[in-house]
């Protein structure tokens, strides 16, 4: 499974070796250890879409309304 490096504090995380990463790289790691990484923010996953660019796929928490929220846009509405 492919992810990007989001930020990098150590050589090793979570028992993965990431001597030879630097931040924003795109590199292989199993699915576990992927979204492990993932899970704590160390990266994202990434997928290329059918013309090859890529496609890197981000997850918000639950608790995040985000920007297309039905409560997002009443808070828009109220500022107005």
């Known amino acids: 499974m492919q992810v990007r490096l989001k930020r990098k504090l150590a ?3 979570d028992g ?3 001597s030879n990463q630097e931040v924003g790289d795109v590199f292989d790691l199993p699915e576990r250890k992927a ?3 993932v899970a704590e923010g160390w990266a994202v996953l ?3 879409t059918h013309d090859g660019r890529h496609l890197v796929l981000a997850f918000r928490r639950s608790d ?3 920007p297309l929220s039905s409560q997002h846009d009443s ?5 107005s």
């Open 46 to 48: 990434e997928r290329r």
């Open 16 to 18: 993965i070796d990431l």
């Open 75 to 79: 808070d828009l509405s109220r500022a």
């Open 11 to 13: 050589e090793r995380i």
């Open 64 to 66: 995040d309304p985000g």
């Open 35 to 37: 979204r492990m990484l």
